[in-house]
């Protein structure tokens, strides 16, 4: 299997200045929060519905706010409308992702 760069987590690439990230995403939740690994992805919850993309700008709002970047700094690459994505966040000022593989793994 082919390790992300650095090889810490196969959801997490190092992009020029960027990072992407390859997520599963559970809308409908009760609360936006990491949850942890999902196989190859990273577990994302959102507390917005499935609808109107309502989901994904939540998702762009919780990475936006976790990286310290602007909402345009956040770009979903593919998987626009399911739960598979992968996500681009440009210029981050903040890594909360480094925490983030060992939410599920205690």
Do not use: M, Y
């Not at 939540?58 to 310290?68: K, N, S, Y």
Request: glycine share 12%; proline share 7%.
């Amino acid at each position: 299997a082919e390790r992300a760069s650095g090889g810490s987590h196969p959801w997490l690439r190092d992009e020029s200045g960027a990072i992407v990230l390859a997520l599963h995403v559970q809308p409908g939740a009760r609360r936006t929060e990491v949850e942890g690994p999902h196989g190859a992805a990273l577990k994302v919850r959102l507390a917005a519905p499935p609808v109107d993309g309502r989901a994904n700008a939540e998702l762009v709002r919780f990475l936006a706010d976790a990286f310290g970047v602007a909402q345009r700094e956040v770009a979903i690459v593919r998987g626009e409308t399911s739960r598979g994505k992968v996500v681009r966040i440009g210029a981050p000022t903040r890594r909360p992702d480094r925490g983030w593989g060992r939410v599920a793994e205690a």
